[in-house]
């Protein structure tokens, strides 16, 4: 007999999984509460019919991603300036290990930009097999494909990412690199010295702000590292004495975040080649703030 101890420890698996697939925990947390909705709204003969609780919460709270990611490619044109995925800080040691994402690749800004890009069916069926591990006989039944044609779906999206993302050496070591690289840019932006931020940035750098109309920032991404150089220097110089940066882990690697007269503005993620950066992403819309305020 199933407990209901037993269905609220997949809680925390379901939003993991509702977070790489949709990019917002916001979006997660109702994806998991809706699934858990329809769960109870079982009778006790039909909850106990199921022979696999964990895979039915699954197969609901992926149907209900791929209908949300459907509807979120509508909503995205009417979005004021670019879109980013809603940047994770670390969790608290307080916080309810329920409710705790798992920092790994598979959440860093880079992966999920890329993710993003995919088309849903591409997405829901790489999330799952490739990073949770489910067989494709399983993943099939949530995309409404064959299971071969959910296989050709997760290549595509390997090689998506393989195109797309920059690969460097993991472990312990690389982080250490990459936060010295955030270190050396906060340092060259708030002295507001240009060559040094020039040398920091890959020469074809990107970088994209997310204000959702709520906050200012520049309309369309910065291209090439003089330009982003410039801009960020005199962001520095308008900011000058209201501003205090942090050096933060964001989606589990080094980034920035950014306090503006005692109030949380930007956080900053990286995307780091070697001992150079080459993305940014600014989010600045105050929604997407929403677990960094709370912490």
Not at 96 to 106: C, G, K, N, Q, V
């Amino acid at each position: 007999m199933t407990t209901g101890a037993e269905i609220m420890n997949e809680r925390r698996r379901l939003l993991n999984l509702g977070y790489r697939l949709l990019g917002s925990l916001a979006d997660a947390e109702d994806v998991v509460q809706e699934t858990y909705a329809r769960w109870y709204a079982l009778s006790a003969r039909e909850q106990q019919a199921i022979e696999s609780p964990g895979a039915w919460l699954t197969t609901v709270a992926g149907r209900i991603c791929l209908n949300l990611l459907g509807s979120a490619r509508v909503r995205r044109e009417t979005y004021v300036g670019d879109w980013i995925p809603e940047p994770l800080p670390e969790p608290a040691q307080s916080a309810d290990p329920a409710d705790r994402i798992t920092l790994d690749e598979s959440v860093t800004m880079a992966f999920l930009v890329v993710l993003d890009a995919m088309t849903p069916a591409e997405r829901v069926a790489f999330v799952l097999h490739d990073v949770f591990r489910y067989p494709f006989g399983e993943v099939a039944e949530i995309v409404g494909r064959t299971p071969a044609a959910c296989r050709q779906l997760a290549s595509s999206a390997r090689r998506r990412l393989r195109t797309a993302t920059a690969r460097g050496p993991a472990g312990p070591g690389a982080a250490a690199g990459q936060a010295g690289v955030v270190r050396r840019f906060r340092t060259a932006w708030e002295a507001q010295d240009i060559e040094a931020l020039v040398g920091l940035l890959d020469p074809a750098a990107v970088a994209t702000a997310d204000g959702g109309g709520l906050a200012v920032t520049h309309p369309r991404p910065l291209v090439g590292a003089e330009r982003i150089a410039r801009l960020y220097a005199e962001l520095a110089r308008l900011w000058d004495g209201r501003t205090t940066f942090q050096e933060r882990t964001v989606n589990g690697v080094p980034g920035l975040v950014a306090w503006q007269d005692g109030d949380l503005a930007t956080v900053f993620a990286f995307e780091i080649a070697g001992d150079r950066i080459r993305r940014i992403w600014a989010v600045r819309n105050p929604e997407k703030l929403r677990p960094w305020k709370a912490g």
